[in-house]
Nanobody, 118 residues
């Protein structure tokens, strides 16, 4: 079992940066692949980024590639999403997920709001 909690959301101007954190509880954190999804108002949840259990592999949605960076620190049971060059269309609730493989989402956090103003 893994419990997830996101931190770091907020309001930022277009072109700015934010770093999201996801703190996980559970001794098995380092065995899970992790990732981020997001959901904008009126839209379906969409995949943002994923990272393998040891951080050796990462994968990004085309919409964020080159702007967002996913990373993890297994010693701290924490995953990060560095978001640069933010755009208004990045506005959404961002969810941290953990799963048995990259892209899987067996466990979800409660979400954190990111708002990018134009």
């Amino acid at each position: 079992q893994v419990q997830l909690e996101e931190f770091g959301g907020g309001l930022v101007q277009a072109g700015g940066s934010l770093r999201l954190s996801c703190a996980a509880t559970g001794r098995t954190f380092r065995t899970y692949a992790m990732g981020w999804f997001r959901q904008a108002p009126g839209n379906k949840r969409e995949f943002v980024a994923a990272i393998s259990w040891n951080g050796g592999s990462t994968y990004y949605a085309d919409s964020v590639k080159g702007r967002f960076t996913i990373s993890r620190d297994n010693a701290k049971n924490t995953m990060y999403l560095q978001m640069n060059s933010l755009k208004p269309e990045d506005t959404a609730v961002y969810y941290c997920v953990a799963g048995v493989a990259m892209g899987a989402s067996d466990y979800w956090g409660q979400g954190t709001q990111v708002t990018v103003s134009s």
